[in-house]
């Protein structure tokens, strides 16, 4: 008789055993369910902030793109996209400056410097080529580079 209660203990150790490999099982499979999601999260991150720096320029070269409105120009010792109103003595200048893609709006004659703008969002750097009524924009964010080059509607620049 004392075998019986042995044998009921045997299975029930048996069966929680069973459930302890299940459990860690399928621990192990949410931790690297979780590690992939955290690193396609953070590559899709990178990726929405490399293009919206590159469209944000985008952006602004269309609300200005016009006769002679565009051009690239140097400004603080790196150059700057400058973008004219029709008619009006004030531009926006759009550089790179301490790791942050700057904007600033003033008169086209002030003396002003980089430190002047407004930051707009983390950028390693930004490089501009205007030729043939095609601008070049590069924009490096967290060390990935990402180009875009645009047509001007008014099929030209000021100059380069």
Known sequence: MKRQPIKHHLNGLIALLLFG???VCVLAVLLTGADAYRRLTLRDQAAYDRRTCVQYVATRVRQADGAGCVAVEPFGGSEALV????ES???????????????LYAD??????????????PADSLAFALEDGLLTVTAGVDGAPSTLVLALRSGEGVGA
Request: charged fraction near 20%; include cysteine; glycine fraction near 8%.
């Open 21 to 23: 490999v299940f459990a």
């Open 83 to 86: 973008l004219a109103e029709q």
């Open 108 to 121: 086209a004659s002030a003396e002003l410097s980089p430190g002047d703008g407004e930051k707009i969002m």
């Open 89 to 103: 003595p004030y531009v926006t200048r759009v550089y790179c400056h301490e790791g942050y893609m700057m904007e």
